[in-house]
């Protein structure tokens, strides 16, 4: 049985504590506003990490530590709180007591700043030009230089049951780029629960693992593509096709081949098969 803190018990970080609660380990989840009904298998310890004071009464004999928390908002300042000012409270807090877990970092393949509609892999550079992905980026390097069984994944585009900006987009006919295609890279909320899982199981049984994992499903697909698609599912207006470079920032296509070589199967390998599921359980 292993003594895991997750940070950030939002819908990601309560699936994975109960599936490894599940699975017999001792879960601690730090979130900073717990759930009055409390899962019975599941310590929660309240606090802000970007508050240093929160954190003072915080055990720090955890084995694995996983990263999870998410931002108030899209600026500046909220991902200063997490991924500068939070991540730092945090491991001042372990380094005070003398304690050095092995952490799995939720990333974001935002850190990669391709706007081409380049394939990427973890081996691509990533040096974004937005202030909140050179935080996360900063973040990253910060946990890989403090101990090399660290562990960073970067997300896609997460999507599932109360992810559902796409299906809102899809029902208001808007503008895309149809040609130069605008790529999108999405992952399910499940296989983010699973990969999660999957990375720490192999860690625990001792195979050596990479310190970066890209986690994206197997269809980088055009937007157009990807909006008709829903469109037509929900017998709604097609999409307008927007002027060419009308569609500005980041726009790359992202390889999951490292972690697929490791063994990992998508629960959902393309977007068709996870909004069809989202579609039919919405109604819509």
Avoid at 26 to 49: C, E, M, W
Avoid at 256 to 267: I, S
């Amino acid at each position: 049985m292993a003594k895991i803190l997750i940070i950030g018990c939002g819908a990601i970080g309560l699936q994975l504590a109960e599936v490894l609660s599940a699975n017999g380990h001792q879960i601690t989840g730090l979130k900073r506003h717990p759930p009055v009904l409390q899962p019975s298998k599941i310590n929660y310890f309240t606090a802000d990490i970007s508050l240093r004071a929160n954190l003072e009464d915080l055990d720090a004999d955890f084995k694995h530590v996983f990263f999870i928390a998410s931002t108030d908002g899209r600026n500046e300042k909220s991902y200063r709180d997490i991924y500068e000012i939070g991540l730092d409270n945090l491991l001042n807090r372990f380094s005070q007591s003398a304690c050095n877990p092995d952490w799995i970092f939720v990333s974001s393949t935002s850190v990669y700043g391709q706007s081409q509609g380049e394939w990427v892999d973890e081996n691509s550079l990533a040096q974004p030009d937005n202030i909140t992905s050179k935080l996360i980026r900063q973040a990253e390097q910060k946990l890989m230089d403090a101990n090399p069984n660290n562990i960073i994944v970067r997300f896609a585009g997460i999507y599932g049951p109360g992810r559902e900006y796409l299906l809102r987009m899809a029902r208001q006919a808007p503008l895309i780029q149809q040609d130069p295609p605008y790529f999108t890279n999405r992952i399910h909320q499940d296989d983010c629960v699973n990969v999660l899982s999957f990375l720490f199981e192999k860690r625990l049984i001792g195979l050596a693992l990479e310190q970066c994992y890209l986690a994206s499903d197997d269809d980088p697909a055009p937007l157009w593509n990807v909006i008709s698609w829903l469109a037509e599912r929900m017998n709604c207006p097609p999409p307008v096709i927007q002027s060419a470079g009308s569609k500005g920032g980041m726009n790359k296509r992202c390889i999951n081949t490292r972690l697929k070589a490791l063994g990992y199967q998508f629960k959902y390998p393309g977007y068709k098969e996870g909004y069809s599921e989202l579609i039919n359980k919405t109604g819509n």
